[in-house]
């Protein structure tokens, strides 16, 4: 079956432009999760939704950050006034629901802010 | 506050040589803990993960890993490695208590020697 996809798979923008980057998740799953891997790091936590609320959003590192499900199925996460320390790959996950503790990843979208 | 530590960044062993990856956590309950592999411009891979029960899991690809409690250690062992192994490795732990925010590791490069 289908597992995570995420588009774009590279989005270059520039300083202060607003980005949207897509998830779709595995079907029927119905946790979906945002992380953000700088390079040479590990993935960092940034949302969580169960269906189509944000469970836990503390992760976002500032207001410039948003992300909906209004679905509960395809996420955007949505960056305003881009700045270049947002350049990072971006990844999405999903897990069958709140109690299944397995997360299946995306490919990620990479963000490059000039 | 949870944590987790792979003190090797990078780790070069000969094709057919074993491996073992180094990966600590820090967390006050019962953990669970996964380990992922992630090759150039892909997303991450589970390779495994731990629960409860046995404390040695197998994973795919020949992978295994054991939970020592009192070391607080979930090294990730490989008795022959071979060159597609050649990627980064991520060691995470989750919380028992929810099934959201997964902590990674910094992540340890793994290169095979011809």
């Known amino acids: 079956g289908a597992g995570v996809s995420q588009t774009p798979s590279n989005k270059v923008t520039e300083k202060g432009k607003y980005v949207e980057l897509r998830c779709d998740p595995i079907s029927g799953h119905t946790a979906l999760y945002w992380y953000r891997q700088s390079l040479g790091q590990g993935p960092e936590f940034l949302i969580y939704?169960?269906?189509?609320?944000?469970?836990?959003d503390s992760g976002l590192p500032n207001d410039r950050f948003f992300a909906v499900r209004p679905e509960g199925s395809v996420s955007t996460l949505k960056i305003q006034r881009t700045e270049r320390g947002d350049s990072a790959v971006y990844l999405c996950?999903?897990?069958?629901?709140?109690?299944?503790?397995?997360?299946?990843f995306g490919p990620g979208t990479r963000l490059l802010v000039l | 506050a949870q944590s987790v530590t792979q003190p090797d960044i990078h780790i070069t062993v000969s094709e057919g040589a074993s491996l073992e990856l180094r990966c600590n956590y820090s967390?006050?309950?019962?953990?669970?803990l996964f380990w992922y592999v992630q090759s150039p411009g892909q997303g991450l891979q589970l390779l495994l993960k731990?629960?409860?029960?046995?404390?040695l899991v197998q994973g795919i690809k020949g992978f295994e890993a054991e939970f020592k409690r009192s070391q607080s250690s979930f090294n990730l062992r490989k008795p022959s490695v071979h060159w597609s192994d050649a990627a980064e490795y991520f060691c995470?732990?989750?919380?028992?208590?929810?099934?959201?925010?997964?902590?990674f590791g910094s992540g340890t490069r793994l290169l095979v020697r011809p």
């Open positions: 995470a732990v989750g919380r028992m208590d929810s099934s959201y925010k997964l902590i």
């Open positions: 996950a999903s897990s069958p629901n709140a109690g299944e503790k397995t997360q299946y």
């Open positions: 731990y629960f409860s029960g046995d404390t």
């Open positions: 967390y006050g309950a019962t953990p669970y």
């Open positions: 939704f169960q269906g189509t609320g944000a469970a836990d």
